[in-house]
């Protein structure tokens, strides 16, 4: 009976050693991502608040002043991660994790993605030997305060090959081009995989089409699948697009005509495809 006491004492004891509040952090965790093109970036940081004080500026009275090497955050720093090569300002960085450093400054900030992350957010063990690349972008002032730091993959454009790493907080935002390549991948899937199965001459049709690369390839590849799926109205559609894009105006109404026809006698509906292939019709 007194060694299961001591024992149950000992347990009891233990717990209360070990036992923890969970506060909320000062300046919380946070993380981006989105898929540009191929490419996944993430972007993983502590996010510090204003709470009142003056943060980019010269001089000692800023939290932050300028020409001084920042962690860009809080805590052990940012950490921005990329999952294949992409150029960064027009300047080649190769795919991998990096600890994004900055150097702010009135006209111009200095962005380093930093290849030893584990110096956390010790400035004073920074070596010029370990940075993978070094940028310059313009600031920019903002109308309205962010008071949170925060990092946004922003301006995505319609091909999907371009993106911007912003950083924005107090009344600065600074912007980073980004740009990623593709082409190489998809052509190479395009070789390989139609041979495998015929939807993929759908998918190979469309890339060429909105990528505006050979509009005859597509065409081919499109009749080629609808042969095997000559009920498909949607990629029947698609077909009269490229065709009009070709110039091959009889030809693209015939298209849609179809379309419509077939659209009309679906029982699932026509998806708005009916108002796609008319307007097409009008535009030519």
């Known amino acids: 009976m007194k060694k299961i006491l001591i024992i149950t004492f000992c347990v009891a004891a233990y717990a209360a050693a070990n036992a923890q509040i969970t506060v909320p952090r000062p300046s919380p965790e946070g993380s981006t991502y989105s898929k540009v093109g191929l490419t996944d970036i993430t972007i993983d940081y502590f996010r510090p608040k204003m709470k009142g004080r003056k943060i980019f500026g010269s001089g000692d009275a800023y939290l932050i002043p300028y020409g001084q090497i920042w962690r860009t955050g809080a805590n052990s720093g940012t950490i921005v991660t990329f999952s294949t090569d992409v150029s960064v300002e027009r300047k080649s960085l190769p795919a991998g994790e990096y600890m994004l450093l900055t150097i702010p400054g009135k006209d111009t900030w200095t962005m380093i993605f930093y290849k030893d992350k584990s110096i956390g957010g010790n400035m004073n063990a920074f070596k010029e030997t370990d940075e993978q690349l070094r940028v310059s972008v313009k600031p920019t002032l903002l109308t309205e305060p962010v008071e949170t730091l925060t990092f946004n993959i922003a301006d995505i454009s319609d091909d999907n090959t371009k993106a911007a790493l912003e950083l924005a907080w107090e009344n ?3 912007k980073a081009a980004i740009e990623v390549s593709f082409d190489d991948v998809v052509m190479k899937q395009i070789k390989e995989n139609t041979v495998v199965n015929d939807r993929n001459y759908v998918a190979a049709a469309n890339y ?6 050979d509009l005859n390839k597509a065409l081919e590849w499109m009749n080629m699948y609808l042969e095997n799926h000559p009920k498909e109205f949607w990629n029947i ?3 009269a697009q490229i065709l009009a894009k070709l110039g091959k105006k009889k030809e693209a109404k015939a298209a849609a005509e179809k379309s419509i026809e077939i659209a009309k006698a679906s029982d699932g509906g ?5 108002k796609r292939n008319e307007e097409l019709i009008k535009s030519l």
Do not use: E, L, M, N
Request: proline share 0%.
């Open 172 to 174: 600065t935002s600074i």
């Open 237 to 239: 559609h698609t077909k």
């Open 208 to 213: 060429y089409f909105s990528a505006g690369k």
């Open 270 to 274: 026509d998806f708005g495809y009916i």
